[in-house]
C-alpha cells in the first residue's frame, strides 16, 4: 500500500523523509553581495513603511526618503565623488579613473549651503555652461563616452551613516565602482574618510578607487618677486575662488584646463544694460550666472547662444574686447558691434 502524499512530496518516516523535506525548503546559494542586498532592501522597506524618514541618531539602513533610483541611460556606471563646482582638472582626474570602471557618472548634492546654514554664492562654472565642458572632456575618457551628471537632494543622504550611503550607491544607484579624492569625506557628521570607504568597498565588493590630490606645476602657487607663479599647488575650488578674487585670470585657466568663462542671460542684460551702444554695454554683476572676478579690466572674447539651456554651441572666433569690472557693474567693450537679437546667453571667455 502507497504512503500518503504532503505537499508533492512522498511522505517517509525517519530521518530520510525530514532530510528530503528540508533540503526542498532551501532557497538556491546567494554570494555575499546577494544577501547584502537582499538585507538592505528589506531594511529600505521597513523604513519607508514607518513613514520613510531616518533620525539623525540612527545607524540603521535605508533611504531618508522615497529612496534612491538606478543611475539610468548608461550600462555600468561609475560614480566619481565631489562637490565638482569649478570642474577643474582634479575633478577631470576623478572622471577619467571613474571612465576605466564603467561609465563615468559625477555625484553631487544639492542644497547643502542652505541646509548647512552656509553662505550660498554663485557657481565657479555657470550651470548652462558645464554639459559644453564635460563633451570637452570626453576625449581623456577611458571609453570616449561624454560623462553624465548625477545630483542628489542633500536633504536625504545628510543622516546616512558612511555604510548605509555605501548600500545606497551600490544597491539602490547600481553603482560599479566608486573613485574619490584622497581628502573625500562622507556620512553624517563627516564621519567616513577615503581609507573607510576602501573597506567599506571591498566589504561589500564593489572597487574603490582613491585619487591623489592634482596638482598644477606652476599656476597655484603664491607670486615670486617677478610676479610669476611659484611652486605646486593642489587643485582646488576654493583656491580657484580666491585666485578669482585676486582677478589671476592665467593661474585659474591653468587648473581649469581652460579659460574662465562668464555667462549672463540676454534678457538680463536687456532689462540691466545702462548706456553704451552697440559696442559697449554695462550690466549689474548680481546678473551673472556665475562668479566675476575681482575688481580689474581684463580681455575677454565674446560668443552668444541662441539656447537658454546650454553654452555648448558656444564656439569661437568671438569677438574681441575688454571687460571692466567694478564694484556693482562689469563694462563690456567690443571692437565690433554685439548683435544679440535672437541669442539667449553671452558668453565671455577671458584670454
Not at 511522505?11 to 546577494?34: D, I
Not at 578669482?244 to 532689462?271: K, N, S
Amino acid at each position: 500500500m502507497g504512503l500518503p502524499v504532503r505537499g508533492g512530496l512522498r511522505a517517509e518516516g525517519g530521518a530520510r523523509g525530514a532530510a528530503l523535506h528540508s533540503a526542498s525548503r532551501v532557497p538556491p546559494a546567494r554570494t555575499t553581495r546577494e544577501w547584502e542586498e537582499a538585507t538592505w532592501r528589506r531594511a529600505r522597506r521597513r523604513v519607508l513603511a514607518l513613514g520613510g524618514h531616518q533620525s539623525e541618531c540612527t545607524t540603521s539602513a535605508g533611504p531618508s526618503e522615497g529612496g534612491f533610483e538606478r543611475i539610468e541611460g548608461v550600462s555600468r556606471p561609475a560614480v566619481a565623488l565631489g562637490k565638482f563646482n569649478a570642474l577643474h582638472l582634479g575633478h577631470r582626474e576623478l572622471i577619467r579613473r571613474a571612465s576605466r570602471m564603467g561609465h563615468p557618472c559625477l555625484l553631487s548634492f544639492s542644497g547643502m549651503s542652505k541646509i548647512l546654514g552656509r553662505v550660498s554664492r554663485p557657481p565657479l562654472t555657470a550651470t548652462v555652461d558645464r554639459d559644453r565642458v564635460l563633451r570637452g572632456w570626453s576625449d581623456a575618457m577611458a571609453n570616449g563616452s561624454q560623462p553624465k551628471e548625477v545630483v542628489i537632494p542633500f536633504k536625504d543622504v545628510r543622516h546616512l551613516q558612511p555604510e548605509d550611503f555605501v548600500k545606497v550607491l551600490v544597491y539602490e544607484m547600481g553603482a560599479s565602482g566608486i573613485v574619490c579624492g584622497e581628502n573625500y569625506r562622507f556620512g553624517y557628521r563627516a564621519a567616513g574618510d577615503a581609507s573607510l570607504l576602501s573597506e567599506l568597498g571591498a566589504k561589500h565588493e564593489i572597487p574603490v578607487c582613491v585619487v591623489d590630490l592634482v596638482e598644477t606645476p606652476r599656476g597655484g602657487g603664491a607670486p615670486g618677486a617677478g610676479g610669476e607663479e611659484q611652486g605646486p599647488r593642489a587643485i582646488s575650488s576654493s583656491r580657484i575662488s580666491n585666485l578669482l578674487a585676486e582677478g589671476r585670470m592665467g593661474a585659474i585657466a591653468e587648473m581649469l584646463g581652460r579659460e574662465y568663462r562668464l555667462v549672463v542671460g540676454c534678457d538680463d542684460i536687456l532689462r540691466g544694460a545702462r548706456g553704451g551702444g552697440g559696442r559697449s554695454l554695462s550690466v549689474p554683476l548680481e546678473s551673472f550666472r556665475n562668479l566675476v572676478p575681482g575688481p580689474g579690466t581684463y580681455p575677454v572674447s565674446v560668443v552668444a547662444s541662441g539656447d537658454e539651456r546650454t553654452t555648448a554651441d558656444c564656439a569661437g572666433p568671438g569677438i574681441a574686447g575688454t571687460v571692466r569690472v567694478g564694484e556693482s557693474d562689469a563694462i563690456l567693450e567690443c571692437s565690433d558691434d554685439l548683435d544679440l537679437e535672437g541669442e539667449a546667453l553671452l558668453c565671455m571667455d577671458f584670454t
